[in-house]
Nanobody, 125 residues
Framework: QVQLVESGGDVVQPGGSLRLSCSAS????????IGWFRQVPGKEREGVSA???????FYRDSLKGRFAISRDNVKNTVYLQMNDLKAEDTAVYYC???????????????????WGQGTQVTVSS
């Protein structure tokens, strides 16, 4: 009943851009904190960005300025704009929800309960 679907992943060259989408069904995204995470095989997933129900945003320090998270409440969709992509951005990107999160712990993936299936982003020359 509760479902998240990511889309927008692709193969791009370094310096390129992508916009990922996270569409929700069964609940409204504006009632939760929505996080974007990424994972490389063999490594623990890491927080990319998050947006709270109040519109507060958080970013991984190394990604600030290149990535931007936004929410469209009418479409019940959260976006992740990714600019100036680098090879190290290659990963499977997931969106997830949690009822609440404090500023200091937004990036802790174990706090999130609902997850999408992920979308592959590959940055290669």
């Amino acid at each position: 009943q509760v479902q998240l679907v990511e889309s927008g992943g692709d193969v791009v060259q370094p310096g390129g851009s992508l916009r990922l989408s996270c569409s929700a069904s069964g609940f409204t995204l504006d009632s939760d904190t929505i996080g974007w995470f990424r994972q490389v095989p063999g490594k623990e997933r890491e927080g990319v960005s998050a947006i709270t129900k109040n519109g507060n945003t958080f970013y991984r320090d190394s990604l600030k300025g290149r990535f931007a998270i936004s929410r469209d409440n009418v479409k019940n969709t959260v976006y992740l704009q990714m600019n100036d992509l680098k090879a190290e951005d290659t990963a499977v990107y997931y969106c997830a929800t949690t009822l609440s999160v404090v500023r200091q712990s937004w990036f802790q993936w174990k706090l999130y309960k609902n997850w999408g299936q992920g979308t592959q982003v590959t940055v290669s020359s």
